[in-house]
């Protein structure tokens, strides 16, 4: 019985009916009765307009002067089939004449019309609610699936399509639950009242527009059937289409080195073309369904006053009559329509919800107890592993483990060697529990991995592939990711946070979407061994350094920026190591290896735009990325009266560029060094040089100074070594940079700040900050020599592990992308490494590295795989480099898919088998 | 000035001028290295004022094999055959040399015939000197086991 509840708690209905009734029975129920209770009301402001025409307008009952007519008057008698009786009256109501009359009829009409409007909002708003908490639900446990689905399943589906049905297509599902069971009630409950009203006027107009309603109802549906198929189409093509578009953006390499732009270019317009044709059928026929549609509805009016009029004529119908019943008839459409319209969306909602709920049944779903949620301390792995006749297969059907029995000791470092794809890899997959068995056990003292639950071998084993995925966010969200497994400190909310926090609660759960805390506390420190948010930056420190990454985040945090209002503490030291570091750079020998910015004097290693915009900036400023800057720069230096100075500068710089450039060949490696122009300006400025040839700065076009200025712009006189610079042209630009500073307009004052050596600056790096300056050209070994001394200030200032913590929040990108693929392996094996695993798997990771650090790498984890008490932590390496496994305790060696010797590695070379053949 | 070194001597001034340019211009402390024996070689280099001295390290003592001075070109066997470095060359003083970079050094020759027949002279030099140098050493080992 159990189980029975459970399998109905966790797949999906079939059909979209059940989906939404199974959640939403209750709010369905109430919000039907609201609908009902609405009727009346909507009722009476139909029957209003007959009696304000028939009485007050018309007349009757006001046929003498001072007549006056029954205001308000409430009475109920019971229908004929209840043996019928005299009205009995609740509420005599008022004697009014006729102008008041008039008045409090139309008030009551518009105090109807409001209830009803009110009726409608709050209907609609309710529907939409419970649409949105629908969708969310559906969007949640389609997630929840795609968390849940065996791993194999993901080798055929394409990740684009899965986030296109999760985001796209399950929207007007949501969208339709709202409105599944009202809108019939509702719409059908309005086209009912209202054809009974008509009816109630005259019988023959009611079997008129009674007729024509039956028409369209029958009609137009037989018409959509084929839209219907359409529709299907129309998924399914766009679907794909996102599938293909999100393959070509990961394959854009592909496409690039083979030439195949063109053919995916076909490819696209193809299956633009087909989702073309279909969609232009199906708009085709939407708007002929819709021209059927409205002359339907324009034809019943044409026979309401055709006969409604002949009947008025012959007196068997009065003119108020006839208007209700006209009025009443403009409501019957809608209504209908919208009906037609709900039906349609019904039949297309159910093709959506079983497209997209097929893709989502697999087979073999993980048992969500597997993934349950523990806040417990979990206890060791166990012993041994113990694999008996272990079998895999692909689902092509070739072997890819055969029958391998061993035991592996959770203490023990175990080496997996043979060529590739021998086994090991499918070996170390298996007891990561990403591949599931064929044949054969694989177990953990006596429990089956299967069955074990993700909270024991999630946390206890560590597990590092060969191609790393990581996620979008800092370098420290990547490592720490390993060890969020459950919200374990809550976080406290005060006031209006926890106000709004119980509500997230509650909206949670009427979605029955989980309500775990994202906002809190999710580092497991326990299972990373410390204490607190510091010790767990050592930790962070001791793992990079196993894995040789320590230096490059060290980089990333030189490279990275703070924001001294948030950290002044720091912002305070880093100052304090930037007054130090010039304090020794003013000594032998690194006077001359560097050049510190001085506000008053000229930076020789700078360029001439950085000397007088003197600051970093938004956006690159070297290379004219920030136009407002370079225009405001450009003024000044005519203020200055510069640019004629730079002008003739810049002519030099061009034809000796044009003289040494312009008959090598593009792609030339010269090119590169070449910092003024780009190869393909070379030509432009050849023409720029003839035609200023004898034409001085008066003379020349607005445009030509600026593009002649421009190359000064980054002339450096010690690297580029032209002699163009000297005392007096120093001195001027030491003035525009003054005039530069003082004048900055304020639109321009968020863009750039100044270089102040008493000030940190906080658009600049961390290491522009401490050494606030330029290392000099041409000074042999000087760049080294300084960077190894501002490590040396940083380390004398206590500031590495801070810069450390900078560089964690380094961004790394779509899937890692900005780090080398090596970093990305390094930083996949911190990240195993920090949870203290009891047993490391590694399956060929590292293979980005060369030899030498690979060895490094490896020694480093094997020492680094114990416990605080001594005893190892177990290892699995499946190495691609079988000379390494004589660093290990025990080597399996695999070949075609066995297990072909298993033996301590000194033994396996004596026995000068398969592992001394791929040793030596 | 490049034309005065030997193995430039040749190649018109116009592109010597450019080679000058796209080249670093480096200064070295005495004591310095422009190259440790075993390393890499990424570029060769153009002594223009200074001396050095060619360093040959074996089994950790320094033994001085000659040394260079102006005009000279250093570096250039690691850059054209990929070896590493076979000499640390060290600046007696204090040394300017134009830096020029592998890529560079490597088109230079492909592109200058004349170039290469210079390097070819230079290293047979170097050759010659050595096996007659090398002839000489069997000899006294000869009179010395002899």
Known sequence: MATEKQKDDYSLPENVFKFAWKHTKKQQIWVLSIVL??????????????????????????????????????????????????????????????????????????????????????????????????????????????????????????????????????????????????????????????????????????????????????????????????????????????????????????????????????????????????????????????????????????????????????????????????????????????????????????????????????????DPLLQSVTFDKVGPLGEKFSVSSLTVTDDSGTRLLDSVSTILPIHEHVAIVGSLNSGGETFADVLARLLPTTAGRAKIDADDLENLPQWRTGRRIGYVPADVSLFYGTVGDNLLYGLKHAPFRPREYQGEDKKRRLWEIAEAHNSGNCDLDINADWIDYESAGVEDYNGLINKTMQVLNVVNLTGDIMNFGLRGTIDPAAKPQLAEKIMTARRELGKRLSEEPYAEMVELFDPEAYTNQATIAENIIFGTGSGNLENGGNKAVYAYLHKVLSEENLDRDLFEMGREIASTVIELFADLPPGHPFFEQLSFMTAEEIPEYQVLLNRLKGVGFEQSKPQDRKDLVRLTFSYIEPRHRLGLMDEALCARLMHARRNFRDNLPDDLSNEIEFYDPDTYNSMASVQDNILLGRIAYGVAGGKD??????????????????????????????????????????????????????????NRALVALDRPSQEQILENVLAYSKNEDGSERGVLWVLANPAMGKRFDRVLVMKEARLVEDGAPSELVRKNGEFAKLVA | MLRRVPLFSQIDPAKLKLLAFTSERMTFQAGQDLCKQGDSGDAAYVIINGDADVIVEQGGNEIVVARVSENAVIGEIAVLCEIPRTATVRAMTRLDALRIDKEHFLRLIREFPEMAVEVMRELADRLTKTTAELTQARNDLKELAG
């Open chain 1, 37 to 366: 209770l609405s009727m009346p009301t909507y009722f009476m402001a139909l029957d209003l307009p007959k009696r304000i025409v028939n009485g007050p307008i018309s007349g009757q009952g006001f046929e003498f002067a001072g007549a006056k007519g029954t205001f308000l008057n409430i009475s109920v008698s019971l229908p004929d089939w209840l043996g019928g009786s005299e009205p009995i009256e609740l509420f005599s109501g008022f004697q009014l004449d006729r102008l008041p009359m008039l008045i409090g009829l139309c008030t009551v009409f518009l105090g109807l019309v409001i209830i009803n409007g009110l009726f409608k909002f709050y209907i609609n708003t309710y529907k939409g609610r419970l649409g949105e908490r629908m969708l969310r639900r559906l969007r949640y446990e389609l997630i929840d699936r795609v968390l849940r689905f065996p791993i194999p399943v993901f080798k055929r589906i394409k990740p684009a399509e899965v986030s296109s049905m999760v985001k796209d297509e399950v929207e007007p599902i949501g969208g339709f639950i709202g409105d599944a069971f009202v809108t019939p009630v509702f719409l059908g409950g309005q086209a009912i009242t209202a054809m009974a009203f008509i009816m109630m006027q005259s019988f023959w107009l009611g079997l008129i527009a009674g007729g024509i309603v039956l028409v369209q109802a029958i009609l137009i549906p037989r018409l959509r059937r084929r839209l219907i198929e359409l529709g299907r189409q129309r998924q399914l093509t766009a679907r794909q289409l996102s599938g293909r578009v999100g393959e070509l953006v990961e394959g854009i390499s592909s496409v690039h080195v083979n030439d195949t732009s063109n053919y995916e270019r076909a490819e696209a317009s193809s299956r633009l073309g087909k989702i073309f044709s279909i969609r232009y059928e199906l708009f085709q026929r939407k708007f002929f369904v819709k021209f059927l549609n409205n002359f339907l509805a324009q034809v019943t009016p044409f026979l309401f006053y055709l006969l409604g009029g002949y009947y008025a004529i012959t007196g068997r119908l009065d003119i108020g009559q006839l208007i209700a019943v006209i009025a009443a008839y403009k409501d019957l459409p809608g209504p209908i329509k919208d009906l037609i319209n709900w039906d349609q969306q019904r039949l297309d909602v159910q093709v959506k919800y079983s497209q997209v709920t097929d893709q989502f049944h697999v087979e073999d779903m993980l």
């Open chain 1, 785 to 842: 020599t300084i960077l190894s001394l501002i490590r040396q200030v940083l380390d004398e200032h206590d500031l590495h592990d801070e810069i450390f913590t900078v560089g964690l929040d380094y961004e790394v990108g779509t899937g890692g992308k900005r780090l080398t693929s090596g970093q990305r392996q390094k930083l996949a094996l911190a990240r195993a490494l920090i949870k203290q695993p009891d047993y490391l798997i590694v």
